[in-house]
């Protein structure tokens, strides 16, 4: 098999030039990328929890947990290490393989860091790979992170760099670069995509992506997630991207990041199962599963196994579950519908 060459050096023409190939000629190349770097019929699982909910002080207009919008939104605190646990002994039940906490905060204290870090020990324990997503880290708090067993750490990119001050003015683009930087360098892996339907050009589609292929090493799990407006935030009218260009945003995604896991994310409770379906051909390996992405409505659990069931694929499993145990799984997930009580509900 010809060996999968990984470019960091992706340019605007050459991107515009994907997104603008006829459709079925796009997805067959993305499904040829894909086909050659990972099991087509396999979807990787992963749970989202918020472990602390509103109160935001950054102002990322898409976010119904900024402190600067009314949105109805109740605010939580930190939750406790054993509610956290609980949650991710239900998910990994329900066959997540990993589970990613997240705090609306605009980076985490000094005096949160125990908690933290006690919550990722406890969760590895349960088998189960770790992710987060607190905000901005600086090195001494990665390498914490990275002490304490945590795998991923997500921060997206959210959009173009052009486009950025449109949407956040809190934080910089070379801020979100930054603390992907002390990820990498404590060691960790990194989780970071963006956000499509804001109401950008598809330049800014373009440049998000470039974005991310290009960094010196691209990240190992790439959400995209397509706009949820939610009542009171800025963005709670803009106009509702196309489908097809939300596939096409897939599909050029898996082009540009081969080895890259390309996650269905927040906004798939408006996609019908036939698009889902296409978006799984043309290179998404990931979803996020259950009935929460941190206060957004996602689909129920029960419907994404179905779906899965329907379409002939499989949950990607770890190394570490016995072939008993993943029948056993697959079977409940299907099946079980009493404990529908994936995410807290914030």
């Known amino acids: 098999m010809e060996q999968t060459i990984v470019r960091h050096d992706w340019t605007h ?9 006829p459709f079925n000629d796009l997805l067959f190349k993305a499904a040829s990328v894909h086909r050659a770097n990972f099991n087509p019929n396999e979807v990787q699982i992963s ?68 908690y933290i870090a006690k919550m990722v020990k406890q969760v590895k324990e349960l ?23 945590l795998d991923y750490y997500n921060h997206n990119l959210d959009t173009s760099p052009e486009y950025y001050q449109q949407i956040i003015t809190t934080r910089t683009y070379q801020d979100r670069l930054n603390t992907i930087d002390h990820v990498r ?8 995509g963006g956000i499509v339907g804001m109401g950008e050009q598809a330049a800014d589609r373009f440049g998000l992506l470039i974005q991310l292929a290009n960094l010196p090493q691209q990240p190992e799990s790439v959400p995209i997630n397509m706009l949820v407006k939610v009542k009171g935030t800025p963005l709670e009218n803009v106009d509702d991207l196309d489908h097809f260009e939300f596939i096409r945003t897939i599909a050029v995604a898996r082009i540009m ?25 043309a290179g998404a390996n990931s979803i996020f599963y259950g009935d929460k992405l941190l ?52």
């Open 13 to 21: 023409q050459e991107v515009k030039a994907l997104f603008e190939m």
């Open 47 to 114: 749970t989202l929890l918020s472990i602390k909910t509103g109160a935001c002080p950054e102002d990322c207009k898409y976010c119904p947990q900024s402190g600067h919008y009314k949105t109805d939104l109740e605010r939580e605190r930190l939750m406790e290490v054993d509610k956290v646990v609980e949650q991710a002994r239900v998910a990994k039940e329900k066959g997540a393989t990993r589970f990613c906490m997240g705090a609306a905060w605009s980076d985490p204290k000094e005096r949160d860091m125990p």
């Open 127 to 149: 088998g189960l790979e770790t992710c987060m997503t607190l905000g901005m880290l600086d090195n001494d708090k990665a390498h914490a992170l990275k002490d304490a067993g």
């Open 185 to 192: 360098n404590a060691g960790m892996k990194v989780c970071s």
């Open 257 to 281: 990041m081969p080895l890259s896991y390309v996650r269905l994310s927040a906004g798939r409770n408006a996609m019908n199962e036939q698009m889902q379906a296409m978006c799984f051909f």
């Open 295 to 346: 206060t957004t409505e996602n689909p129920e659990a029960d419907a994404d196994m179905m779906l899965i069931k329907k379409l002939g694929m499989n949950p990607e499993t770890r190394h570490d579950y016995s072939d008993e145990a993943y029948e056993a799984s697959l079977a409940s997930k299907v099946a079980d519908k009493a404990t529908s009580e994936l995410f807290y509900q914030a």
